[in-house]
């Protein structure tokens, strides 16, 4: 079985532009989070889709923001990036619709914001 | 406003020996409780899921337990590796889904 995917592996963008981070999650898992894991800090809940819907978000401006596809992938977007928006961008599934929420992670996204 | 801290932050062991990770957290109104290993600059990978309902769950040399009441969960680690060097995360997830990280405690393991 396929595990939690995430693309691209590294991207480097200047401050001001916008980056999209993708994420396919594991065959029957209807649910995607996303966290950031900036260096030094611990992990902080970004979104979380379930069935194409945000079902809740973490303490994040409105330039994060993300969607999800009918084939339950998802994109988190960063618009207007700062120099604090350099992290690991972490991205996890979840068969959530089986009423458990355990969450299985890709292998992240490292942002560098220059 | 969940908060989940891990004692102790750092923790160095020589091979083979029995070794216990602590977690707490200050809303005991958890729908789960899962514990992860992250080996530097990579994702997470699952060792563990507490349901609410249970008290521990085991797999090979781990063993975690759950006391919701108290706010505390451990993860006890026996006979030590060198391969079980990594840093150890607990996340709790409330009813509406969302997680909420420990700091993690970060293991050295020696030969």
């Known amino acids: 079985e396929a595990g939690v995917t995430q693309s691209p592996t590294h991207l480097i963008k200047t401050r001001g532009q916008q980056a999209t981070l993708r994420c396919s999650p594991i065959?029957?898992?209807?649910?995607v989070y996303w966290y950031q894991q900036a260096l030094g800090l611990g992990l902080q809940f970004l979104l979380w889709?379930?069935?194409?819907?945000?079902?809740n978000r973490g303490n994040f401006p409105p330039r994060f923001s993300g969607r999800q596809f009918p084939n339950y992938s998802s994109e988190l977007n960063v618009n207007a990036l700062e120099l604090e928006d350099s992290a690991l961008y972490l991205c996890?599934?979840?068969?959530?619709?089986?009423?458990?929420?355990?969450?299985?992670f890709g292998p992240g996204t490292r942002l560098t914001v220059t | 406003k969940q908060e989940v801290t891990q004692i102790p932050a750092a923790l160095s062991v020589p091979e083979g020996e029995n070794l216990v990770l602590n977690c707490s957290f200050t809303?005991?109104?958890?729908?789960?409780l899962q514990w992860f290993r992250q080996d530097p600059g990579k994702g997470l990978t699952s060792l563990l899921l507490?349901?609410?309902?249970?008290r521990e769950q085991t797999s090979g040399r781990l063993n975690a337990s759950l006391d919701k009441s108290s706010g505390r969960s451990t993860l006890y680690i026996a006979a030590s590796q060198p391969g079980d060097s990594a840093t150890y995360l607990c996340?709790?997830?409330?009813?509406?889904?969302?997680?909420?990280f420990g700091d993690g405690t970060t293991l050295t393991v020696k030969p």
């Open positions: 996340a709790v997830t409330d009813n509406a889904g969302k997680s909420t």
């Open positions: 889709y379930d069935e194409g819907e945000e079902r």
């Open positions: 809303d005991s109104a958890i729908y789960n």
């Open positions: 996890a599934s979840s068969p959530w619709t089986s009423g458990s929420y355990e969450q299985y």
């Open positions: 065959s029957g898992h209807t649910s």
């Open positions: 507490i349901q609410s309902s249970q």
